[in-house]
């Protein structure tokens, strides 16, 4: 068989009916949340590309493992299967376990981002959970991507690459003593699922080291960064994923990791580190937040499934299958012309808001237009990373827009056929053959934290 093409290296054991409904509920349904798709019930939804995030269906050695998850509060045997598995892939000196990314985000700040410690975080592009706990702690996080990750239809490998000439002058502007922490996301998961080469992150960790700030890795999607590495960088097709990690991790300090992604489990997450002091403060005070450093708020059991999933979820085959499909998903939207992020990332495809719908201002909307106009025709959630979620309001009143307005239709890991991916393209394609019927969306009301208001604001639409 030729090796170019690619085939999913599992078969199907076990299947869970999908939630079919019609055209008028899911009008009915969505005005009834003003707008908002993350106020849906799954039941509501026919095909959830909302996110990847926890979603992936577990393997038979996963399901098997979780029958092994050893229950004891304080160094339980799970604990020591996870540690080896995570040590084997990334090389970090310490693992501590959290129930999710944001907890570790969580412990990383409650060390790094204290009152008295500098006010900027630097990253390539934050995603929101650190963006938030940034900014609950007063700094200001600030986003340093390269500008090719700006333009969303361009060709370019790298797209997640951060721009490592402004982050040094604003190094030597600002003062080390006001940059507490620097992170690198991997893949970017905001503007589209897009890889950071391996030259990029070296290059973030040389200049992070002669200045002494500590450099960590937002490692969600490190593998489908290894596997991007691997297919695109000069002097990586030899090597296997695995060996890419190693590399990558060996120019980090730690790492947060949401194991709801590349750890292939439905929850999870760890913090790494080489450091001595920082395991000796997060191993306390992880009990304080998530539970005794054993367990970290995951079940034994929980502990069990990810030990394997994320060897799983590195391993070359998979990967091949997991992209190919994502691949696939594009070519399937360019019979139709639909403008995406180029070249696919790893995790979906992100619809560019604005150019879908070119005649839609801004500040109407176009990227929110199209998700809820998706979902009304054909079942399918998708998300808004873009307008909605990423507009701010300056102190003085000024009203700052993103740059990009961006919609991620998120792809499960191991989740979908083909002909799920076949009818989500062509649902897109028809509606961007025929336009909006409507002149865009307006905002009704506002939730509380306003980092996150994407998630509990109120709209409607505007009629033509
Ligand atoms: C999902 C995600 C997080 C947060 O992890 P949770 O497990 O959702 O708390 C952090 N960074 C990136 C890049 C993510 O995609």
């Known amino acids: 068989m030729s090796s170019s093409r690619y085939m999913e290296p599992w078969k199907i054991k076990m299947v869970e009916p999908l939630h079919m409904s019609t055209r008028e509920q899911r009008e009915a349904w969505i005005a009834d949340v003003g707008l908002n798709l993350f106020q849906l019930r799954g039941d509501q939804v026919m095909i959830d590309c909302v996110t990847d995030s926890g979603t992936t269906a577990m393997s038979s050695a996963q399901w098997s493992a979780l029958m092994l998850g050893d229950e004891t509060y304080a160094g339980c045997d799970s604990f020591y299967k996870l540690e080896a598995a995570v040590k084997d892939i990334m090389g970090f000196k310490y693992v501590v376990p959290t129930h999710q990314g944001r907890a570790a985000e969580n412990l990383l700040a409650n060390i790094y981002l204290k009152p008295n410690d500098g006010k900027y975080v630097i990253g390539n592009m934050h995603f929101d959970s650190m963006r938030v706990r940034a900014e609950l702690a007063e700094k200001e996080p600030l986003d340093f991507l390269a500008e090719p990750g700006y333009h969303s239809t361009d060709e370019n490998d790298f797209k997640g690459n951060i721009d490592l000439e402004k982050v040094e002058d604003f190094i030597k502007k600002t003062g080390t003593e006001n940059i507490p922490l620097i992170m690198m996301t991997v893949t970017s998961n905001t503007n589209g699922g897009q890889p950071v080469s391996m030259a990029n992150i070296k290059g973030l960790s040389e200049i992070a080291h002669r200045y002494g700030i500590p450099f960590y890795i937002d490692a969600a999607r490190y593998a489908e960064n290894c596997y991007f590495i691997k297919e695109r960088e000069p002097g990586y097709q030899d090597k296997t994923p695995k060996e890419i990690a190693r590399e990558m991790f060996s120019y980090a300090d730690g790492c947060t990791m949401s194991a709801k992604k590349d750890g292939m489990v439905n929850i999870g997450g760890f913090l790494c580190t080489n450091s001595d002091e920082i395991y000796a403060i997060a191993s306390e005070l992880v009990m304080c937040f998530e539970g005794f450093k054993t367990y970290g708020g995951m079940a034994g059991r929980d502990l069990e499934a990810l030990a394997v999933g994320i060897q799983e979820g590195i391993d070359y085959t998979y990967l091949k299958a997991r992209i190919g499909q994502i691949e696939y ?33 801004q500040e109407r909307y176009p990227g929110l237009t199209f998700a809820c106009e998706l979902y009304i025709h054909s079942g399918i959630r998708c998300a808004e990373l873009g307008t909605s979620a990423f507009t701010k309001t300056l102190e003085d009143g000024t009203v700052v827009m993103p740059r ?26 028809k509606l961007y053959q025929s336009g909006s019927q409507y002149a865009g969306i307006r905002k009704k009301s506002h939730g509380l934290v306003a980092a996150q208001e994407h998630f509990t604001s109120g709209y409607e639409f505007i009629e033509k």
């Not at 696919?344 to 070119?358: L, R, T």
């Not at 919609?407 to 009818?423: F, G, K, L, M, P």
Request: aromatic share 14%; charged share 20%; glycine share 12%.
């Open 329 to 361: 998903f594009g070519q399937c939207l360019d019979e139709y012309g639909v403008p995406y992020v180029r070249p696919v990332g790893g995790n979906g495809v992100y619809i560019d808001g604005m150019k879908f719908y070119p005649e839609i201002p």
């Open 404 to 429: 990009l307005d961006l919609v991620r239709v998120a792809i499960s890991r191991r989740v979908w056929t083909n002909s799920h991916i076949e009818y989500i393209a062509e649902s897109i394609g």
